[in-house]
């Protein structure tokens, strides 16, 4: 009885302590989610890294194949602008896709890599090179204009 006694009051404690530290409390913005399939875009609008990273590696995936990185470059630019070292990885990933050419508009593609090196990410030039030349000449000059360069 006594031992019973010592464990339950042991777990109540244990309880409280957790209570008190915010461990296993849910808080009122994921109580805001739904369950299930919208659960991670919800908390993703939110600001939760782990799910913005979830929603960006899902619109890269999805790039892949629909030649439209523009989801996946956003999510992977929020997460490397909030210091999210997945983020930043994310971003590279997007960057080298966007320097091949898989992004289906190369003007675009083009401004974007500009934006970056023009940001301090010169690494990116060889990419932009790259693409550039899979670009035609009407391209490059639109891009150029965009760029103001």
Known sequence: MTRTLCSLLILVVFAFWLSTNGIGRVTAA????????????CR?????????Y???RRAYDDARTSGDFTAALGWSRKLA??????????LK??????G??????????????????????????SWRNKLVEKMSAEQIAEAKKRTGG
């Open 100 to 125: 091949w050419g898989a992004h289906r508009d190369y003007v675009q593609a083009y401004v974007w890599l500009s934006e970056a090196i023009a940001a301090g990410d010169g690494y990116l030039t």
């Open 54 to 56: 979830v929603m960006g």
């Open 81 to 90: 602008a909030a210091g999210d070292e997945n983020g930043t990885r994310l």
């Open 93 to 98: 990933m997007v960057y080298l896709q966007l």
């Open 44 to 52: 993703a609008q939110q600001g939760d890294s782990m799910a913005m």
């Open 30 to 41: 994921e109580t805001d989610c739904p369950s299930g399939e919208e659960w991670v875009p």
